[in-house]
């Protein structure tokens, strides 16, 4: 990606009601000029203003912001036209003719990078916000957009760099009568702690993003698709007193207490001689053994319950045991399946809020989930760590006097910490970065 070319791209779903087409480079006014006609051509009012005019017959808004007032630090246009398919195809070709090219996923974003607009924790938390799952997963990639992990880092990058200025000067001056620092042991030290509080962030950080993978699995007929139509509010599977009827996976989003959920129903296992049948139900153990929590529902109304508890998997991932159908047995005395259990009535809704509780106690490791102020993703993950090693030795050579090694472990420490916000970051890895990104953004 480069930053000369003028560029172009729907940064809206095409198909709504409007569409928003983006232009960004240092051509975009006259281009925007070119395609689009109202009575004043845009800049010929106060900037920012949305102006109504038309590109060829379609009824089209457009507003000029001026660089390096706009979103990638360049001269913007932005139009919106018509949702339809062929009214945003249309203006796209317009505006291809007159001297853009189709922007790449991220390319946007780059630009804003690029010219000082965000850092890279912000760029990362733009991708964040469009693929929030829930509430909490959102309000955490707007606190990093706002610039809150940026400062925490930023903060870190500052306070290692003078430790380095502190032992450097310790080399430059070996015999002068300097007030040395006495605390720079104790002030890495503090480094690693923060270092160390920002990665066991990351870890809730990652389930706000991602998510979990939740299997509903059992025999046949004790309620699996009733529970995934429960839990989603709707009829998303075919229940049916007749065992087998759900011979495929069926799979849907949902969010349990702030964590979003990919929720996957099986087909029941038993043995079978049918070839349908028995292709489902090797997908229901594909799917157990993809998942990370196992929902295994067990009927608390069979006339033997023990032998329900038998057929169970308790190796399956984060396996839960479901008793259902309660409301059908409500005096039975069901035996401990040796697993978390909890007794619900997919039918009623009744006790769902425990089951509920109980998915997220598996996944916070019993406890609640507090979703945290910042978190880091993966990426910078792999760099905190990489600089608590590099702090670690530095602290170890400073207390050996050894000035000279402490300096080139927190210079090292620096590179890491800088590449989180990309003050050093390779172009290789922005590309890695940008590409992940939805076009138009």
Request: overall charge negative; aromatic content about 4%; glycine content about 8%.
């Amino acid at each position: 990606m480069n930053t000369r070319d003028n560029i172009a791209a729907p940064a809206s779903a095409v198909g709504g009601a409007i569409t928003v087409i983006r232009v960004s480079g240092p051509d975009a006014l006259r281009i925007g000029n070119a395609v689009w006609h109202g009575r004043r051509k845009l800049a010929e009012t106060e900037e920012r203003r949305m102006l109504l005019g038309r590109i060829g017959g379609d009824p089209t808004l457009a507003v000029f912001m001026k660089g390096p007032r706009s979103y990638t630090g360049d001269d913007v246009v932005e139009l919106q036209c018509h949702g339809g398919a062929a009214a945003a195809a249309h203006a796209m070709r317009q505006l291809l003719t007159a001297g853009c090219r189709l922007a790449e996923p991220g390319e946007f974003t780059y630009r804003a990078f690029v010219n000082g607009k965000l850092d890279l924790l912000q760029a990362e938390a733009v991708a964040d916000m469009v693929s929030s799952g829930s509430q909490a997963a959102l309000d955490l990639a707007a606190r990093q957009l706002e610039g809150a992990l940026s400062r925490a880092v930023n903060s870190l990058w500052d306070d290692i760099a003078s430790l380095r200025a502190e032992c450097e000067s310790r080399l430059d001056f070996p015999d002068e009568e300097l007030d040395f620092d006495p605390d720079v042991p104790d002030k890495i030290a503090d480094c690693l702690r923060r270092i160390s509080a920002l990665l066991a962030s990351g870890q809730t950080g990652a389930l706000l993003r991602d998510g979990v993978r939740v299997v509903l699995a059992g025999k046949p007929n004790v309620g699996k698709s009733s529970l995934l139509n429960r839990i989603l509010g709707r009829d998303r599977a075919i229940v049916s007193a007749i065992p087998g009827t759900t011979r495929d996976t069926v799979e849907s989003e949902t969010v349990i207490h702030g964590i979003p959920v990919q929720l996957t129903d099986t087909a029941g296992l038993r043995e079978s001689s049918d070839p349908v049948e028995q292709l489902g139900i090797e997908r229901t153990r594909r799917s157990i053994r993809a998942g990370e929590v196992t929902l295994w529902l067990l009927d608390a109304s069979a006339p033997d319950p023990a032998a329900e508890v038998a057929a169970m998997d308790r190796s399956a991932p984060g396996v839960i045991a479901v008793w259902n159908k309660c409301d059908l047995a409500p005096e039975a005395v069901l035996p401990d399946p040796g697993v978390p259990q909890v007794k619900i009535s997919a039918a009623t809704g009744e006790n769902m809020e425990a089951l509920f509780d109980a998915v997220e106690a598996r996944v916070c490791a019993g406890q609640r989930l507090t979703p945290p102020e910042v978190a880091v993703n993966a990426r910078g993950a792999a760099l905190l760590e990489q600089a608590q090693a590099s702090l670690l030795r530095a602290k170890a050579a400073f207390e050996a006097a050894d000035h000279e090694l402490a300096a080139l472990e927190l210079a090292a420490a620096n590179r890491q910490i800088g590449g989180i916000t990309g003050k050093n970051v390779e172009p290789d890895l922005l590309d890695r970065i940008f590409h992940r990104f939805c076009i138009g953004k």
